[in-house]
C-alpha cells in the first residue's frame, strides 16, 4: 500500500492560497489521490480525489502531475474556519484482496490561518 | 437525514472493564470501518466490515471485538485485554470497500478512570 509524505504543518494568512504538496513515490497504476480534512474532535471529511491532471469542485483543487508521484491540494483564499489537519491518501479503487480497507491516514498536514 | 452516528460522545472506563461504542449508519452502505486516533497521530484501523455478519482485522486488533449482525451497526467492545485504550475512536462507512469515499462519525472520546 502506497505511504505518502507531507509537510507537518503549514501556516498561512486569511485571503491567501494554500498549496499543500503530497508525494507518494510508490503509486500504483489503479490508485487514486484522495484528500481529507480534519477539525479537531470531529471525524475526517472527504475534500477531493482525483487520478491525473487537475481536479476542482467548489472547495478545493487537487493539481496531478504526468508522473503522478506527487500532487498539490490547492486551498483557494483561506479563512479562519480551514484551520484543520488535512490529510493525503492515495487509496485503490475496485480493487479487493489485503487493500480493502486498508486506508493508511498519516499524521497529515496541520494547517493554521491565522487573521 | 442520511448519516453516520456514534455515542456516546465521551466514555470512562474503569480498569478491567470492557465497555462497547456504538456506531450507526443510515446510508445503505455495506463497509463499516473502526478506527482509533491518538493525540497528534493519524488515523489507525481495528476493524473493518466488507458485508453482514463478517469482518476482518485491521493493524491494531488486539484487545478489541466488532460484530456486524445488522448493515446499520456496527459496535466497538474495548475489552480490558486493551491495556492502552484512551484514545478517540472513529467510526466510518462507505458504499463499498473498494476504495470509495469513506464517512466518518463524531466520535467517542474513552477516557480510563
Known amino acids: 500500500l502506497a505511504k505518502t509524505t507531507q509537510p507537518i504543518s503549514m501556516d498561512s494568512y486569511e485571503g491567501q492560497e494554500v498549496n499543500i504538496t503530497c508525494s507518494h513515490n510508490?503509486?500504483?497504476?489503479?490508485?487514486?489521490i484522495t484528500w481529507y480534512q480534519q477539525f479537531p474532535s470531529q471525524g475526517p471529511r472527504f475534500i477531493i480525489q482525483g487520478y491525473k491532471t487537475k481536479v476542482t469542485n467548489e472547495v478545493a483543487s487537487l493539481f496531478i502531475p504526468a508522473d503522478r508521484k506527487s500532487s498539490t491540494l490547492s486551498l483557494p483564499r483561506v479563512s479562519l474556519s480551514d484551520t484543520a489537519v488535512y490529510y493525503c491518501l492515495v487509496v485503490p479503487r475496485g480493487g479487493g484482496g489485503s487493500t480493502l480497507g486498508r486506508l493508511y491516514f498519516g499524521r497529515g498536514t496541520q494547517l493554521t490561518v491565522w487573521p | 437525514d442520511g448519516g453516520i452516528t456514534q455515542s456516546p460522545k465521551y466514555l470512562f472506563r474503569k480498569e478491567g472493564q470492557n465497555v462497547t461504542l456504538s456506531c450507526e449508519q443510515n446510508l445503505n452502505h455495506d463497509a463499516m470501518y473502526w478506527y482509533r486516533q491518538d493525540p497528534g497521530q493519524g488515523l489507525r484501523l481495528i476493524y473493518y466490515s466488507q458485508i453482514v455478519n463478517d469482518f476482518q482485522k485491521g493493524d491494531i486488533a488486539e484487545g478489541y471485538s466488532v460484530s456486524r449482525e445488522k448493515k446499520e451497526s456496527f459496535p466497538l467492545t474495548v475489552t480490558s485485554a486493551q491495556k492502552n485504550p484512551t484514545a478517540f475512536y472513529l467510526c466510518?462507512?462507505?458504499?463499498?470497500?473498494?476504495?470509495?469515499?469513506?464517512?466518518f462519525g463524531p466520535g467517542t472520546r474513552l477516557l480510563v478512570l
Open positions: 510508490n503509486i500504483a497504476t489503479n490508485d487514486y
Open positions: 466510518a462507512s462507505s458504499i463499498r470497500a473498494t476504495g470509495e469515499t469513506q464517512y
